[in-house]
Structure formats: structure tokens, C-alpha cells
């Protein structure tokens, strides 16, 4: 079983690198839509030399999001985390981070999504971020209490899942140096960040883009 997910994964992969459509199986099968793409922004600046593996990636969620029967709302919190680590050596002269997510799906389930571009800040985000950690209320899906922070204004604009958020390519790096990705590559379907630069980091209000693991059944 864990073989099989892993081939459906890595195929899933080849299909959007090729900018494919998820294939049907069988004469049964219904065509999936569109995967869609759910954007989040870093409320706190990410450095490689202050993680390890297994250390955890906050995120929190640009717009509302609805695959299938998973769902979040604009200022949900996305969490992944850090699944492998490598620093930079004068042999390689480059340092990795291998990154997996999931979702937290209002049906109390978890959904795994993967990285497939990340954008630079804008100062407009950044500001709203602050906003939004200073806030008193529970922060995530079931927090009691809690008004989501309107922060869809953070992606520039484009064409998308809404009007003000861009539609992102795969492994697409806009306005981070030396930074480049290799979307679901990594351990456990994870993308790893690899940057020419002794330390990989990332400013606060850095935006993320991800697309589900498309459902097989």
C-alpha cells in the first residue's frame, strides 16, 4: 500500500511538471477538477541555521480553500514541518530544507498539500502579519472565539483561485535570490528549498502556494 501511494504521488508530480491533467483508471472513473491552489504567508522570518529536522512551519492561509470535502477560511493556520536538513559545505557550496504540509480540514481530518512556489513578501503583508500575532484570539480551525484577520491582500495580483491572488507555476521562485525548488522531491513527497547561500532564509509575509495530493478514489 505505502509503495503504490508513493508511485501515485510521484506520478501526480510528472503530471503537473508536464502541465498534464490527472489521468482517469478505469471506465468508472470521474475526472477530479482542477486542482486549486492555496496560498499562505510565513508570519515569521524562516532561517536554516535556527531549525532542525522535525522542527515545525507555521504558515497562515491567504485565502479560503476547498478541495473535495477538505475546506479552510482565510487566517486558518497551516502547519507543516522540516523533514530533512542539509548545510552548506565548501563542497556543495549549498544548503537544502525539505518541507512537508498538511491541511487542517474543518472536518477534524488532515490533508496533505504540497510546495510548489514561493513568492517574496510585500510590505503590505508584512504589516498585517504583525497584526495578526498580536491578536489575543485561539489562532487555527476550532480556535473558539477567534475572527479570521483579512490578509488576502497579501499575494500580488493576478489570476487564480480569487482576483487578487496570482497563479502560481510549478517551482516557480519570484523575488527570492538564489533560491530554487524541487516540488514533492524530498522525503516523504516533501519539496525541498535549496539556496546557494550559506544560510537559507526567508523574510516574515513570504508567500507559499500549494495544491493538494489529488484524491484517488
Known amino acids: 500500500m505505502r509503495i503504490q501511494r508513493?508511485?501515485?504521488?510521484?506520478?501526480?508530480?510528472?503530471?503537473?511538471?508536464?502541465?498534464?491533467?490527472?489521468?482517469k483508471v478505469g471506465a468508472q472513473a470521474v475526472q477530479k477538477p482542477a486542482l486549486p491552489e492555496l496560498w499562505a504567508a510565513l508570519p515569521t522570518k524562516f532561517d536554516s541555521d535556527k531549525v532542525r529536522s522535525g522542527d515545525e512551519v507555521m504558515a497562515i492561509v491567504a485565502n479560503s480553500w476547498?478541495?473535495?470535502?477538505?475546506?479552510?477560511?482565510t487566517g486558518d493556520v497551516l502547519k507543516g514541518h522540516v523533514v530533512s536538513l542539509t548545510g552548506w559545505t565548501d563542497a556543495t557550496k549549498?544548503?537544502?530544507?525539505?518541507?512537508?504540509?498538511?491541511?487542517?480540514?474543518?472536518?477534524g481530518k488532515r490533508k496533505p498539500v504540497v510546495l510548489i512556489a514561493v513568492y517574496y513578501p510585500e510590505e503590505g503583508a508584512k504589516g498585517q502579519m504583525d497584526t495578526f500575532m498580536m491578536m489575543p484570539q485561539g489562532i487555527g480551525a476550532g480556535a473558539s472565539g477567534r475572527q479570521s484577520t483579512d490578509i488576502g491582500s497579501m499575494p500580488s495580483p493576478?489570476?487564480?483561485?480569487?482576483?487578487?491572488?496570482?497563479?502560481?507555476?510549478?517551482?516557480?521562485?519570484?523575488?527570492v535570490r538564489h533560491l530554487s525548488l524541487k516540488v514533492g522531491g524530498g522525503e516523504q513527497g516533501s519539496t525541498v528549498l535549496e539556496s546557494s547561500d550559506k544560510r537559507l532564509h526567508l523574510d516574515k509575509g513570504t508567500r507559499l502556494a500549494f495544491v493538494p495530493v489529488p484524491e484517488t478514489d
Open 6 to 23: 508513493c508511485f501515485s504521488f510521484l506520478a501526480f508530480i510528472a503530471v503537473l511538471i508536464c502541465g498534464g491533467s490527472i489521468p
Open 66 to 73: 476547498i478541495y473535495g470535502i477538505c475546506g479552510v477560511s
Open 94 to 107: 549549498s544548503n537544502s530544507v525539505g518541507m512537508r504540509f498538511e491541511v487542517p480540514c474543518t472536518d
Open 158 to 175: 493576478g489570476t487564480g483561485p480569487a482576483a487578487n491572488l496570482p497563479l502560481a507555476k510549478m517551482g516557480e521562485v519570484k523575488g
